[in-house]
């Protein structure tokens, strides 16, 4: 029979796993992107997301001010000084509000070009 110290205990549920060095590409304004420095690019789509509230829900704005703080990390080796560092739960937040910003923005320029395209009739042949 196993004794207490040999069977692993249940991660508690507010247990959001290792902090891991992320890499984060430039979507918001990809002519922007800075190869390398990533903390940059992620606080530069954070900010142009905030920047842009018509395209987020509420709670998106907030937990999006909360993850700029919390993402930057001092770190002398990073040619900005800062290293991005994230649990996989704090990343998957950042990456799918960016995810739902994105489509939210493409969905109304579509419909801003649908609205603005004359209806064209096909040709009878």
Same mark, same amino acid.
């Given at each position: 029979? *196993?004794?207490?110290?040999?069977?692993?205990k249940?991660?508690r549920?507010?247990?959001e796993?290792p902090m *891991?060095r992320? @890499?984060c590409t430039?979507?918001v304004?990809p002519?922007l992107?800075?190869?390398?420095?990533?903390a940059?690019n992620?606080v530069? $789509?954070?900010? $142009?997301?905030?920047s842009q509230p @018509?395209? *987020?829900e509420e709670?998106d704005? /907030?937990?999006l001010? =909360?993850?700029?703080? /919390?993402g930057?990390?001092? $770190?002398?080796? @990073?040619? !900005?000084?800062f290293? *991005?560092i994230l649990?996989g /739960? /704090?990343?998957?937040?950042f990456v799918?509000?960016?995810?739902?910003? %994105?489509q939210?923005?493409?969905?109304q320029? %579509?419909q801003?070009l649908?609205n603005r395209t004359?209806?064209? !009739?096909?040709?009878d =042949?």
């Amino acid at each position: 029979m *196993l004794d207490e110290s040999q069977v692993s205990k249940p991660r508690r549920m507010n247990d959001e796993g290792p902090m *891991l060095r992320r @890499e984060c590409t430039r979507m918001v304004r990809p002519s922007l992107h800075v190869e390398g420095d990533h903390a940059s690019n992620y606080v530069a $789509d954070i900010e $142009d997301m905030i920047s842009q509230p @018509e395209f *987020l829900e509420e709670k998106d704005v /907030k937990r999006l001010a =909360y993850l700029a703080r /919390k993402g930057p990390v001092p $770190d002398d080796s @990073e040619p !900005s000084g800062f290293a *991005l560092i994230l649990t996989g /739960k /704090k990343w998957g937040s950042f990456v799918g509000t960016r995810r739902r910003f %994105l489509q939210a923005r493409r969905d109304q320029f %579509l419909q801003t070009l649908r609205n603005r395209t004359p209806n064209i !009739s096909k040709p009878d =042949y």
